[in-house]
């Protein structure tokens, strides 16, 4: 594949721009959902990678944030709610030259979509996961999601859930991911730079984007104040990064852990054999 | 975002034509966001502020047009991927997506303007200050007057515009499909 | 194309306009004047597919008696502006007596509305609201528009003043309603000169004792409420989230509990695991998530515990048309689940009977323990209508339990009714392991025949041998030919039956309620003297007419009437279909 490309301008093998990423789908988006800003990001990272938008393809479950395959030029997926996982994973085994990208927010990833989060980090097939976090649950109209803190008012858990949130990036590294960073919305190069590093990094990379409801969680105007660059480095260390992770407050912004771990590698074949000569099994 | 360093945002060209080059990707960038904005505008039935960010993305396309003129440049060159001048927060990108509302009138479009030129004057004058490449420095210079200019053309616009009204952002109508 | 657009004894509004402007809630409280004014309605709403700001409808229908349906089209359609509202040119259809009322200041109106020839008058609604400061647009609109339909100012501005919940800005607000007030007068004389008035409001006395306003999701949560659920697990899907965020502080209230899933897998298995407690538990989705929940409702069929599952029709297949009502979930409903697998399927034929069909279905499912699928849909689920107060329900839900310590006790006893006394956790000396796995009486896992024919015959047999009484079937009318339908289709049917009527064409109506088990016999006695059926259906696959082909006999082969959603079945269209197919006969 593409060599990596940080500060240094590098040779790249194809000469792509965001523009060349971005369909003429206009997003029906509220103005000013964080989700504009991880389109560009995204579209960014892409063009940073190199690889043409006919050899990528952005799976999606359902959702506001799900909506974005239509809005790039890559082969896009928008299947049913939850499962975006398990398509890209059968996507991506069949298809092993193909960039998959899996998008989708945090109703969908977390809530329904648990299950197979925690698989899809054991397996660590080579893709690159992007939860649009915005704690709210916004086609739907505003139901509390696995991210939601525990009291905030709904009309379908009147009072809070009650409920301790969801820690992602834990239980990704818990269960086998090889990279766990967070990003924020709001900005946008640093976003495109870990989505782009997060492309690059074998194995299964799960990135948790903070990407604000303007319509539901109105308070999300603040993250921008409250989102700090993470002090600690990023660590290949599991151990040391699952002790960071746990205290971690969801506000740290960057890398958290960048992994050894080998990515899934479907059982070899082995050489071939012809159809015909299966028959023998059976030939009296 | 919190940065300890300002400096460390911000990535020192180190000639003249990186810095025209990377100078100009924020006016195209700048265009690009503006009709992004127009397009968003338009797809929530706001058509008269759609037609102000088109406007807005129109003088950052006679910026960028200025740029190539002055250095002679007849189409923008692949200073493309090389990082941006500015990253963080303080980056033009990141600083408007917040204050939009699709109910949003013209007053707070230019008010968005406003701020953006505010940061790119700002910027201009910071580099100006630490750069240590003459050419660099003069032009920066430059680039910081020219913000300046347009605060001003800005801020006259706000004065012909009228003022928000107090309920402005106030939908009787529930988010779609409330009972 | 009639010249009148609609009935004589109803009037037709539709509210258009874009984000901020207000037309649903002008809507619902137009609803609610007319309310206050005797006379009954329906509200039914559209809009873009933005979550905010976009492009909106209020579709209301207005008379003196209960209204179920929307009219073949309206006679008035008032719009504050006209973003995109061409979109809505399907769903609101104008003629040449209707009144097309717009703001000069926000453009032409679109051609596909003027071209019905509708008559257009100009009303600069933006300046009219700004010379009453504090005052929304919406108002402005609720005033023209309820005063053009016969509703008086009175009616109006109590509606508002109920309805407001900020006391300052309230006055301003009811300035607006009675200035569009005097604007509709202006109109009004217009009209008189160009083509005759509008359609009004024509009596209505009903009070307001023993009167809702309600949707029918509403409906169905206050029906599970009165059968006594109270455990419901909740995911959100649209058309169906108003179920359940309406029973969430509800079902507190009466003592209950509603638990947020993180999906359709968990919130069914919940339902299940709360039931086999010996608590009546529901859940409510739509097409997609009654997907994912068929192997659990298998599982509530063999291991026998009652369930109940409201499924809010809307476009299928798959994500389908989620804001789109459809009645396309029948074949599913009623066949599904993999093996042998009987359940119950109840549908409710309008808003009112949302509330009763799913009082129903929870006693059936808590007498017969057994899962019951409601079929409702969008059209009923997210449209408000003024309905007579529901009648309280004679029957009574009740479980056949275990005692403690009855001797020999067996859980799945092949009894001859079906039903087997069901142990509830806590009783002494009558435990049990409920199963999925096929087992014998005693609920012991089995692969022997004779325990699988028995516990398949049993789990038949109990719901093909309840008395569903009268309940199982609306039939009105007395013909040889008869319309069959079910759910939101029934509304416009009857209407089209009772056009039919008055034209001197005689037919009957028969509402289907119960759709699975099949009732043979019922069906029989209901079909009495009738030579000709017709199914009538809002689906591309005609999906009740094949399923009543499969399980019914008819003196000859019925015909069907099917077309899929998004746009409602309406009387008119319906009407010259029924007697298309009288002609052929």
């Known amino acids: 594949m593409n060599e990596i490309v940080n500060d240094a301008p590098a040779v790249p093998v194809q000469v792509l721009t965001a523009a060349n990423f971005k369909s003429s789908y206009k997003p029906i988006w509220c103005p000013g959902c964080g989700d504009y800003t991880v389109l560009s990001s995204v579209t960014k990272a892409l063009a940073i990678m190199g690889v043409p938008p006919k050899d990528c393809a952005v799976v999606s479950g359902i959702g506001c944030s799900s909506r974005i395959p239509a809005y790039t030029t890559c082969y896009g997926f928008h299947g049913v709610h939850g499962r975006s996982l398990a398509a890209a994973t059968g996507l991506k085994v069949a298809r092993p030259d193909l960039q998959v990208l899996v998008a989708g927010g945090d109703g969908d990833g977390y809530s329904i979509g648990g299950n197979h989060f925690l698989h899809a980090c054991r397996r660590n097939v080579d893709m690159t996961y992007l939860v649009m976090d915005n704690h709210v649950y916004g086609m739907t109209k505003g139901q509390p999601s696995p991210t939601t803190e525990p009291d905030w008012d709904s009309k379908l858990s009147p009072g809070g859930t009650g409920v301790r949130v969801f820690n992602p990036p834990v239980v990704a590294l818990a269960s086998g991911a090889n990279f766990v960073a967070r990003a924020f919305a709001g900005d946008l190069h640093g976003t495109a730079d870990i989505i782009a590093k997060a492309m690059q990094h074998p194995g299964f990379s799960f990135v948790e984007i903070l990407s604000p409801c303007v319509t539901f969680r109105p308070e999300q105007r603040d993250w921008r104040k409250l989102v700090r660059a993470a002090v600690v480095p990023s660590t290949d260390d599991a151990g040391r990064a699952a002790r960071r992770l746990m205290t971690d407050d969801g506000l740290n912004i960057g890398i958290l852990y960048a992994g050894n771990r080998a990515p899934y590698q479907a059982s070899v074949r082995a050489a071939g054999c012809s159809v015909a000569e299966l028959e023998a099994e059976f030939a009296l | 975002m919190s940065q300890t360093n300002n400096n460390a945002a911000l990535k020192l060209p180190a000639t003249l034509q990186d810095f025209m080059a990377q100078a100009l990707q924020m006016e195209l960038d700048a265009a690009e966001r503006y009709n992004e904005f127009a397009d968003m505008m338009e797809a929530h039935n706001n058509l008269e502020v759609a037609q102000w960010f088109r406007k807005m993305a129109e003088v950052e396309g006679k910026h960028a047009d200025q740029i190539m003129s002055e250095m002679g440049w007849s189409e923008a060159p692949s200073g493309l991927r090389m990082a941006p001048l500015l990253t963080g927060l303080e980056a033009p990108e990141s600083a408007s997506d917040a204050e939009l509302h699709y109910l949003m009138q013209p007053w707070h479009v230019l008010q968005l303007a406003l701020g953006n030129e505010?940061?790119?004057?700002?910027?201009?004058?910071?580099?100006?200050?630490?750069?240590?490449?003459?050419?660099?420095?003069?032009?920066?210079?430059?680039?910081?007057?020219?913000?300046?200019?347009?605060?001003?053309?800005?801020?006259?616009?706000?004065?012909?515009?009228?003022?928000?009204?107090?309920?402005?952002?106030q939908d009787p109508d529930p988010p779609r499909y409330d009972s | 194309m009639q010249e009148q657009i609609s009935a004589p004894t109803s009037v037709s509004i539709a509210l258009a306009g874009s984000g901020g402007s207000g037309v649903m809630t002008a809507g619902t409280v137009l609803l609610a004047a007319a309310a206050k004014a005797g006379a009954y309605g329906v509200m039914v709403r559209t809009s873009g597919p933005q979550i905010r700001g976009g492009e909106a409808a209020a579709l209301v229908r207005l008379g003196p008696q209960p209204i179920s349906s929307l009219d073949d089209g309206f006679d008035l359609l008032l719009a504050i502006?006209?973003?995109?509202?061409?979109?809505?040119?399907?769903?609101?259809?104008?003629?040449?007596?209707?009144?097309?009322?717009?703001?000069?200041?926000?453009?032409?109106?679109?051609?596909?509305?003027?071209?019905?020839?509708?008559?257009?008058?100009?009303?600069?609604?933006?300046?009219?609201?700004?010379?009453?400061?504090?005052?929304?647009?919406?108002?402005?609109?609720?005033?023209?528009?309820?005063?053009?339909?016969?509703?008086?100012?009175?009616?109006?501005?109590?509606?508002?003043?109920?309805?407001?919940?900020?006391?300052?800005?309230?006055?301003?607000?009811?300035?607006?309603?009675?200035?569009?007030?005097?604007?509709?007068?202006?109109?009004?004389?217009?009209?008189?000169?160009?083509?005759?008035?509008?359609?009004?409001?024509?009596?209505?006395?009903?009070?307001?004792?023993?009167?809702?306003?309600?949707?029918?999701?509403?409906?169905?949560?206050?029906?599970?409420i009165r059968g006594g659920v109270r455990f419901v697990a909740a995911y959100p899907i649209t058309p169906a989230t108003e179920v359940l965020e309406w029973l969430a502080p509800s079902l507190i209230k009466v003592g209950g509990t509603l638990l947020q899933a993180e999906d359709e897998l968990a919130s069914i298995n919940m339902i299940i695991g709360a039931s086999y407690g010996g608590v009546p538990s529901l859940t409510a989705t739509a097409g997609p998530g009654l997907a994912l929940m068929t192997e659990a409702i298998g599982l509530a069929v063999a291991a026998e515990v009652p369930i109940v599952v409201v499924d809010v029709m809307r476009g299928g297949p798959s994500t389908g048309i989620p804001a789109k009502s459809e009645q396309s979930d029948l074949s599913f409903a009623v066949s599904g689940l993999h093996g042998d697998a009987p359940r119950l399927v109840v549908a409710p034929s309008s808003i009112s009977d949302c509330l009763g069909a799913t009082q129903w279905a929870v006693q059936l499912a808590e007498a017969l323990q057994a899962p019951a699928i409601v079929l409702s849909d969008q059209y009923m689920g997210q449209s408000r209508a003024i309905i007579d107060r529901p009648a309280d329900s004679e029957r009574v839900t009740q479980r056949l339990t275990a005692p403690a310590n009855a001797p020999d006790y067996k859980r799945y006893r092949n009894t001859e009714s079906g039903v087997s006394p069901m142990a509830i956790p806590g009783t002494e000396g009558v435990s049990y392991t409920a199963d999925g796995l096929e087992h014998s009486e005693a609920g012991i896992p089995s692969s022997q025949s004779k325990d699988h024919v028995l516990q398949l015959n049993k789990r038949e047999r109990k719901l093909a041998l309840h008395d569903y009484g009268p309940y199982w079937a609306d039939v009105e009318g007395d013909a040889d030919a008869v319309v069959i339908t079910f759910g939101s289709s029934s509304g416009p049917a009857r209407e089209a039956v009772e056009r039919a009527r008055a034209m001197g064409v005689n037919l009957r109506l028969m509402v289907l309620r119960l759709l699975a088990p099949a009732r043979p016999e019922q069906m029989a006695a209901a079909l009495q003297g009738v030579k000709h059926v017709i199914v009538v259906e809002q689906n591309h696959g005609a999906q009740l007419y094949r399923y009543l082909r499969a399980w019914y006999d008819f003196p000859q082969p019925p015909a069907s009437y099917h077309r899929p959603g998004p746009l409602p079945l309406r009387p008119g269209e319906l009407l010259n279909a029924l007697l298309e197919w009288r002609k052929a006969q």
């Open chain 2, 118 to 169: 505010q940061r790119a004057e700002r910027f201009f004058a910071k580099l100006a200050s630490v750069a240590t490449v003459e050419s660099v420095r003069k032009a920066a210079l430059e680039l910081q007057k020219e913000e300046a200019e347009h605060i001003e053309l800005v801020q006259a616009w706000l004065k012909k515009v009228p003022e928000p009204t107090a309920n402005w952002d």
């Open chain 3, 81 to 224: 502006d006209w973003q995109n509202v061409n979109r809505f040119a399907d769903e609101i259809v104008l003629g040449a007596r209707s009144v097309l009322i717009g703001d000069p200041d926000e453009g032409e109106a679109p051609e596909v509305f003027k071209a019905t020839g509708a008559r257009y008058i100009p009303l600069s609604l933006k300046k009219m609201a700004k010379e009453i400061p504090g005052c929304w647009i919406n108002m402005l609109a609720l005033g023209i528009s309820g005063t053009l339909a016969g509703l008086p100012l009175q009616a109006l501005q109590d509606a508002v003043r109920e309805s407001w919940k900020k006391p300052d800005t309230l006055e301003a607000n009811l300035q607006a309603v009675a200035r569009g007030a005097q604007a509709a007068v202006g109109v009004a004389e217009q009209l008189a000169q160009d083509g005759g008035p509008m359609a009004q409001l024509q009596g209505g006395a009903a009070s307001d004792a023993r009167r809702w306003m309600i949707s029918g999701n509403e409906a169905a949560g206050f029906g599970a």
